[in-house]
C-alpha cells in the first residue's frame, strides 16, 4: 500500500541553527503534500503546503521542497528557535475523491537554546 | 468560530464496552476524517467523508463505525472495544476539492484507554 517514510525520528539542532526533515512517498499519484506541526497534548496543525505542480514554496523561516521524479519532499527551517520545538508530521494525498491522507511517522525537533 | 471540537477529551474503556467519540466543526467543511495517533507513530485513516450522507473506509477502520447525518457532526463507534484501540483518536475536516485550501484543521483529540 502507500507508504510515506520520514527522517529523522528525532531532531537536535542550536537555537539559530538550520533544521531539515526529509520525507519519501511511494504513490505516484500523490499531489498534495502538507507538513504539520504538533505540539504536546495538541492536534497537528498545518505549517505549510505544496502542490506537485511546484518544486519550492517559502513562508518566512520555512521553506518546502518537492522532487517529483525521486519521490522526495523536504522541510526546511532556517534560524530555528525554542518554540519551533515540536513533533513535525509530512504527509502526501491525492487531491481527488476523500482526499485521502497518508502521514510520516514524525519527527522529535528539539531545539535548545 | 470553535473550529473542530471533540468530546471527550479522555476516556477509560472495558474490553467488550461501547462508546462514541463526538466530532462538530463549525467551518462548513463538506469533508471530515477520522484518524488514530498510536504512540510515536504518524496518524492513521480510520474512516472519511466527503458530505452528508456520505462515508468511506480509510486504511485501519476495523473495530469502528461512522455516520454522517449532517455536515457539522461526525461521530465515531466502537462497538466492542479491544486493547488495540488504545491510542489518541483526532478529528479533522477540511473544505474540499472546490474550497480555497486544500488544509485540514484538526480538534484537540480524544485519549481513549481500553484495559
Known amino acids: 500500500g502507500e507508504n510515506v517514510e520520514q527522517h529523522p525520528s528525532t531532531l537536535s539542532v542550536q537555537e539559530g541553527d538550520s533544521a531539515v526533515i526529509k520525507c519519501t512517498y511511494s504513490?505516484?499519484?500523490?499531489?498534495?503534500f502538507p507538513w504539520y506541526k504538533q505540539e504536546l497534548g495538541k492536534g497537528p496543525q498545518l505549517i505549510i503546503d505544496?502542490?506537485?505542480?511546484?518544486g519550492e514554496k517559502k513562508d518566512q523561516r520555512i521553506a518546502v521542497t518537492l522532487n517529483k521524479t525521486a519521490k522526495h519532499f523536504s522541510l526546511h527551517i532556517t534560524e530555528t528557535q525554542p518554540e519551533d520545538s515540536a513533533v513535525y508530521f509530512c504527509?502526501?494525498?491525492?487531491?481527488?475523491?476523500?482526499?485521502?491522507?497518508?502521514f510520516g511517522a514524525g519527527t522529535r525537533l528539539f531545539v535548545k537554546a | 468560530n470553535a473550529g473542530v471540537t471533540q468530546t471527550p477529551k479522555f476516556r477509560i474503556l472495558k474490553i467488550g464496552q461501547s462508546m462514541t467519540l463526538q466530532c462538530t466543526q463549525d467551518?462548513?467543511?463538506?469533508?471530515m476524517y477520522w484518524y488514530r495517533q498510536d504512540p510515536g507513530m504518524g496518524l492513521k485513516l480510520i474512516y472519511y467523508?466527503?458530505?452528508?450522507?456520505?462515508?468511506d473506509k480509510g486504511e485501519v477502520p476495523n473495530g469502528y463505525n461512522v455516520s454522517r447525518s449532517t455536515t457539522e457532526d461526525f461521530p465515531l463507534r466502537l462497538e466492542l472495544a479491544a486493547p488495540s484501540q488504545t491510542s489518541v483518536y483526532f478529528c479533522?475536516?477540511?473544505?474540499?476539492?472546490?474550497?480555497?485550501?486544500?488544509?485540514?484543521?484538526f480538534g484537540p483529540g480524544t485519549r481513549l484507554t481500553v484495559l
Open positions: 504513490d505516484s499519484a500523490s499531489n498534495y
Open positions: 504527509a502526501a494525498s491525492e487531491r481527488t475523491g476523500g482526499f485521502k491522507t497518508i
Open positions: 479533522a475536516s477540511s473544505y474540499g476539492l472546490a474550497g480555497p485550501t486544500d488544509t485540514q484543521y
Open positions: 467523508s466527503v458530505g452528508a450522507g456520505i462515508t
Open positions: 467551518m462548513n467543511h463538506n469533508y
Open positions: 505544496i502542490r506537485s505542480n511546484v
